[in-house]
């Protein structure tokens, strides 16, 4: 059962912050060092400082980027930066943004959803999680007692009744609107009519929640909520703690983009791609792009091709070669190699795992430390840029993926498994400061 709730939502006070594309800021695992600095000089409320602050010589158990993230969120509330709006509310978000030049709007809500525990089945994740990613934000979390941003899920709604409901609401210009410095465009409306929220907890009482982004928030909410447990055992089941602030939007909607994550691998002096691909020729239809510059296009085209007929591809391209190739898998061939290693059938056609588990790990021999290692792989969004990065001198071979399929991340999760690391990268991320759910201990969640 997916309990949804309203809350009071804690929002920047537009008379003290006019300007939100100076404080709202992208989540803090795709922040580079760059934009940390870029967004600390941009002002001093910049939600940067509470997600990401700084590190600083001497720091110690008092003081430390946490504690300093909790001193600056009580002192925002304070000064009237922050202030929590008066009724609980469900907050429609519309979101635009351009793709691949094509210009779309996705839509969906910021609320509360009832915590639970993988195990009962009504919350999905697709990806596994790491424990020191965890251990930081449960600290963070811990120091500020607050949902500094909202996990990503996805819920199933063909006729698209959840939004119906919530537009229903929301006449007028919206209270909040802004571009950002990525040109994204963002309209969000406070939605605090009963009937509304009613009608969208009724609709999505019976759904799966699949994450799409926020694993480790929200493995870290179930931290959090175990160690609240512990410290307020009468708090009740309506506990603030029992609930995690969540960004939800429809997995039919049009606006939901997944990118490719492509590989970039630190080129080894014992590396033939003829021997590579004398070998590959075992799984894999191996078709050449002459021209380097030339072929580009031709060959990107017959990648994505492959996505619209379902079929698993990897481009293949490094320094030197004049043009690109393609290999389009054999699934008679493959199929029974990864049923031999024990690989689940609803992953068996994810192009991740067959370049992780047939090009990386047989063909390139890496293991499991050799592609946790930083220094041997790197991962990249944009087909053009990194051959670009490649062509120009990085020492890298690339190999190139389509995006993960909606419907793989519905099935993989559905399923009860788990993708491969960097195996979907949902865009645009949702941003950080919108609005922030305060955990107050003491505080019962109506609904």
Same mark, same amino acid.
């Given at each position: 059962?997916?309990?949804?709730?309203?809350?009071?939502?804690?929002?920047?006070?537009?008379?003290?912050? /006019?300007?939100?594309?100076?404080?709202?800021? /992208?989540?803090?695992?795709?922040?580079?060092?760059?934009?940390?600095?870029?967004?600390?000089?941009?002002?001093?409320?910049?939600?940067?400082?509470?997600?990401?602050?700084?590190?600083?010589?001497?720091?110690?158990?008092?003081?430390?980027?946490?504690?300093?993230?909790?001193?600056?969120?009580?002192?925002?509330?304070?000064?009237?930066?922050?202030?929590?709006?008066?009724?609980?509310?469900?907050?429609?978000?519309?979101?635009?943004?351009?793709?691949?030049?094509?210009?779309?709007?996705?839509?969906?809500?910021?609320?509360?959803?009832?915590?639970?525990?993988?195990?009962?089945?009504?919350?999905?994740?697709?990806?596994?999680?790491?424990?020191?990613?965890?251990?930081?934000?449960?600290?963070?979390?811990?120091?500020?007692?607050?949902?500094?941003?909202?996990?990503?899920?996805?819920?199933?709604?063909?006729?698209?009744?959840?939004?119906?409901?919530?537009?229903?609401?929301?006449?007028?210009?919206?209270?909040?609107?802004?571009?950002?410095?990525?040109?994204?465009?963002?309209?969000?409306?406070?939605?605090?009519? /009963?009937?509304?929220?009613?009608?969208?907890?009724?609709?999505?009482?019976?759904?799966?929640?699949?994450?799409?982004?926020?694993?480790?928030?929200?493995?870290?909410?179930?931290?959090?909520?175990?160690?609240?447990?512990?410290?307020?055992?009468?708090?009740?089941?309506?506990?603030?703690?029992?609930?995690?602030?969540?960004?939800?939007?429809?997995?039919?909607?049009?606006?939901?983009?997944?990118?490719?994550?492509?590989?970039?691998?630190?080129?080894?002096?014992?590396?033939?791609?003829?021997?590579?691909?004398?070998?590959?020729?075992?799984?894999?239809?191996?078709?050449?792009?002459?021209?380097?510059?030339?072929?580009?296009?031709?060959?990107?085209?017959?990648?994505?091709?492959?996505?619209?007929?379902?079929?698993?591809?990897?481009?293949?391209?490094?320094?030197?070669?004049?043009?690109?190739?393609?290999?389009?898998?054999?699934?008679?061939?493959?199929?029974?190699?990864?049923?031999?290693?024990?690989? /689940?059938?609803?992953?068996?056609?994810?192009?991740?795992?067959?370049?992780?588990?047939?090009?990386?790990?047989?063909?390139?021999?890496?293991?499991?430390?050799?592609?946790?290692?930083?220094?041997?792989?790197?991962?990249?969004?944009?087909?053009?840029?990194?051959?670009?990065?490649?062509?120009?001198?990085?020492?890298?071979?690339?190999?190139?993926?389509?995006?993960?399929?909606?419907?793989?991340?519905?099935?993989?999760?559905?399923?009860?498994?788990?993708?491969?690391?960097?195996?979907?990268?949902?865009?645009?991320?949702?941003?950080?400061?919108?609005?922030?759910?305060?955990?107050?201990?003491?505080?019962?969640?109506?609904?």
């Amino acid at each position: 059962m997916a309990e949804i709730a309203p809350f009071r939502g804690l929002r920047y006070n537009p008379e003290r912050i /006019p300007e939100l594309d100076r404080v709202v800021i /992208p989540p803090y695992d795709v922040i580079s060092k760059a934009e940390q600095s870029l967004f600390d000089e941009l002002s001093p409320f910049n939600m940067v400082h509470l997600e990401l602050g700084p590190e600083r010589d001497g720091d110690s158990a008092v003081d430390n980027p946490h504690t300093r993230a909790a001193a600056y969120f009580q002192d925002w509330q304070a000064r009237g930066v922050l202030v929590r709006d008066p009724e609980p509310a469900l907050y429609y978000y519309e979101l635009d943004y351009s793709l691949c030049g094509e210009a779309k709007t996705r839509t969906g809500f910021i609320g509360l959803l009832k915590l639970e525990d993988f195990a009962g089945g009504c919350v999905r994740p697709h990806e596994k999680t790491f424990a020191s990613v965890k251990d930081e934000r449960l600290a963070l979390m811990n120091a500020v007692h607050a949902n500094l941003s909202p996990i990503y899920a996805l819920y199933s709604d063909p006729e698209a009744r959840v939004d119906a409901a919530l537009q229903s609401a929301c006449g007028g210009p919206p209270p909040v609107a802004f571009t950002d410095r990525y040109r994204l465009v963002h309209r969000l409306w406070p939605v605090v009519v /009963p009937e509304v929220i009613g009608r969208v907890r009724e609709l999505l009482h019976d759904q799966t929640i699949f994450i799409a982004d926020g694993h480790h928030r929200y493995e870290t909410a179930l931290n959090y909520r175990n160690l609240m447990r512990r410290c307020y055992p009468q708090a009740g089941a309506r506990a603030s703690f029992e609930y995690v602030m969540m960004y939800l939007s429809n997995l039919h909607d049009d606006g939901v983009s997944i990118l490719p994550t492509h590989r970039l691998l630190k080129a080894r002096p014992d590396w033939n791609d003829g021997r590579l691909l004398e070998t590959a020729a075992t799984w894999f239809e191996i078709r050449w792009f002459a021209g380097a510059r030339d072929g580009l296009g031709a060959w990107a085209a017959a990648l994505r091709a492959e996505l619209d007929r379902k079929r698993t591809a990897i481009g293949f391209y490094h320094q030197g070669v004049d043009g690109y190739y393609l290999l389009q898998a054999d699934y008679d061939a493959i199929d029974p190699i990864l049923a031999a290693d024990g690989v /689940p059938e609803v992953l068996r056609h994810l192009d991740v795992v067959i370049l992780d588990r047939i090009v990386l790990r047989r063909l390139l021999g890496f293991s499991d430390q050799d592609l946790g290692n930083p220094r041997n792989i790197r991962f990249h969004h944009s087909l053009p840029e990194a051959v670009k990065e490649i062509r120009d001198g990085s020492g890298e071979w690339g190999f190139f993926v389509n995006p993960t399929r909606i419907d793989q991340v519905r099935d993989v999760a559905g399923n009860g498994f788990t993708m491969p690391h960097k195996a979907t990268y949902f865009y645009p991320k949702v941003g950080s400061g919108l609005v922030v759910n305060p955990l107050i201990a003491d505080e019962q969640i109506t609904v």
